[in-house]
């Protein structure tokens, strides 16, 4: 990258981090834990964030969703009954702390135990950003191949969980769960992985499950 | 965006689109069709392209193929006995033309008759920049969801053909083709579309006699 685009590059990041501390201080006085979801493309993070959001009942939960173009993401998870709003990116590749916190306002953040926030499906750009997240979670479908987090160290590296999704497909694409794991591990040493299928309902339990010891041990 | 971005930005596309001129110009003096893929990381355009190195046999054929990191898809398109380099990006979310013209340093071009570029897995940042090629071949796979052509219009609205993959999966993902050509569409009215499985080789027969007419009508 030439010099001066790496300077001003470093320079949003700086001011991201910072707005992101803002947002972090903001959520833990609300008394909210804030997940984020990072994936491909139609790795399942809307349909996963679906049944997390009914799963959850009846703890107040509500969801942030990122695009770049539509406001379907928000239109379906509206339908579990959760307030939710859509983030429009436009052509960014990635949501940041200033997009956030501008969604939020207006919200009352007492009233939330649990924020979700789907970024946008890019499985390089999100990793720099942080929102203010307490929980970074990095989605990959069994469709995908193994190999993803060799391929995409870095946004498997600055990930918390792995959720590997859509197991009920998993014979048919010839998923080789071990290679899979270990390639999660190798790109995040020693982090938690589950599988899930939105379709079936396995594994999501125990997400939730986790999810709720993981926000209860923060408190 | 902030102003001073969106300046810096401009300034580097501008750059990169003389760059691609240039690349353009060279590649056809050579006699080369260049093709480019671009698709979500896990959309299977490695596969794809193996099988369309083979298929175009005796053909002189070539591939650069970009990623953050490792070298696993040169080694395994590699084995199809066509010359591969790969363009490491370390955390760029894109190729640009810079580094394809790096990349082709000490390469003989009249020596090749088509040249593939594989792009990083990303269906937002490869849009913005042309690589010189004759053809930008947008993939995606049957278990991404339909919807994605509305999600990431830009790569979409830019491509030349769609190709939808692992067609083999079609069923088990409860694929819906009517809905997922009509999104391609409404993203790029009056694309190509192909379906294709590199698993079970349904339509790539099909997909080499259209890439061969198209490089024929060129040239």
């Avoid at 964030?49 to 969703?65: Q, S, W």
């Avoid at 926030?117 to 997240?133: A, H, K, Q, R, W």
């Avoid at 990095?138 to 190999?147: A, I, R």
Wanted: net charge neutral.
């Amino acid at each position: 990258m030439p010099p001066r685009i790496v300077e001003v590059r470093e320079g949003v990041l700086k001011k991201n981090d910072q707005l992101a501390r803002e947002l972090r201080l903001r959520f833990r006085r609300a008394g909210v834990y804030v997940v984020s979801l990072v994936s491909s493309p139609g790795a399942g993070k809307t349909a996963f964030l679906e049944h997390t959001l009914r799963g959850l009942r009846p703890r107040r939960v509500a969801a942030l969703v990122g695009d770049l173009a539509t406001d379907n993401d928000a239109r379906r998870l509206g339908r579990s009954g959760a307030p939710v709003r859509q983030i429009t990116t436009g052509t960014v590749c990635h949501l940041d702390a200033a997009m956030v916190a501008q969604a939020l306002e207006g919200w009352e953040l007492d009233t939330v135990d649990l924020l979700f926030i789907e970024n946008v499906g890019n499985l390089v750009c999100p990793s720099s950003y942080d929102l203010g997240e307490d929980l970074r979670v990095v989605l990959m479908s069994v469709t995908e191949g193994e190999d993803k987090p060799l391929k995409y160290p870095t946004i498997f590296n600055s990930a918390d969980v792995a959720v590997i999704t859509k197991t009920d497909l998993a014979e048919a694409a010839g998923f080789n769960r071990d290679q899979a794991h270990a390639n999660v591990r190798a790109a995040r040493p020693g982090i938690e992985i589950l599988e899930t299928s939105a379709r079936n309902g396995d594994g999501m339990g125990r997400w939730i499950e986790r999810l709720l010891a993981l926000s209860e041990a923060r408190s």
